[in-house]
């Protein structure tokens, strides 16, 4: 079946510009997770959903980052005016059961450089 | 740090060798996990272990779990070259949605 899709699966973006990650997680996963990998590290957890509701938002590292799940399915990741630090591979990831700490099912990736 | 730290940072063998990946951690999990990532790519599952569990076994992969040592190791035998990849280890925490991921060895496996 269909995986955890992401787009763009690549962004440029001018430092400033505000830019917007989709992901598309396997159908009736319950739970959707954001993480942001720096070159040559680990995944570094930034949000939770479980449907549509945001329960941990913690790992959000600044207020220009935003996430939503109107629907509770599609998430996007908002990060307006961005900066060179933010430059990092943006994963998805969804897990079907509402306790979120099993098995969690990873998309591509949205590779962001900002310039 | 809650994260778990897998040794050692790069691994390098011939094909057809084992190839042994340790994680530790800090605090008492729920469960641990070990996801593979190719270049460029997002990660794959490999193994879920939990807290009360000991050994889990999978194809080529065998991972076990110490509690009071607070550490996990891979181990993946008659390595191929296919293998080359970075492996992670994530631990789950009760109570907490998330998982926490270590910085990952990073394996060559030369045909």
């Known amino acids: 079946g269909a995986g955890v899709s992401q787009s763009p699966r690549y962004k440029v973006a001018k430092r400033g510009q505000d830019v917007a990650l989709r992901c598309d997680p396997i159908?009736?996963?319950?739970?959707l997770f954001w993480y942001q990998q720096a070159l040559g590290q680990g995944p570094e957890f930034l949000t939770y959903?479980?449907?549509?509701?945001?329960?941990?938002k913690s790992g959000l590292p600044s207020d220009r980052f935003f996430a939503e799940r109107p629907e509770g399915s599609v998430s996007t990741l908002k990060i307006q005016r961005t900066q060179q630090e933010d430059s990092a591979v943006y994963l998805c990831?969804?897990?079907?059961?509402?306790?979120?700490?099993?098995?969690?099912?990873f998309g591509p990736g949205t590779r962001l450089t900002v310039l | 740090s809650q994260q778990g730290e897998e040794d050692p940072q790069a691994l390098s063998i011939q094909e057809g060798e084992n190839a042994t990946m340790n994680c530790s951690y800090k605090?008492?999990?729920?469960?641990l996990q070990w996801y593979r990532q190719n270049s460029g790519r997002g990660l794959v599952h490999l193994i879920l272990?939990?807290?009360?569990?000991r050994e889990k076994h999978s194809g080529r992969l065998r991972v076990t779990l110490d509690t009071s040592k607070k550490s996990s190791s891979l181990l993946i035998t008659a390595s191929r070259a296919a293998d080359t990849a970075s492996y992670f280890c994530?631990?789950?925490?009760?109570?907490?949605?998330?998982?926490?991921f270590g910085s990952g060895t990073k394996l060559n496996v030369k045909p």
């Open positions: 605090t008492s999990i729920n469960n």
């Open positions: 994530a631990t789950g925490l009760y109570n907490f949605n998330k998982f926490y």
């Open positions: 159908s009736g996963h319950v739970s």
């Open positions: 272990i939990r807290s009360n569990e």
């Open positions: 990831a969804s897990s079907r059961p509402s306790y979120s700490t099993d098995t969690q099912y």
């Open positions: 959903f479980q449907n549509e509701a945001q329960l941990d």
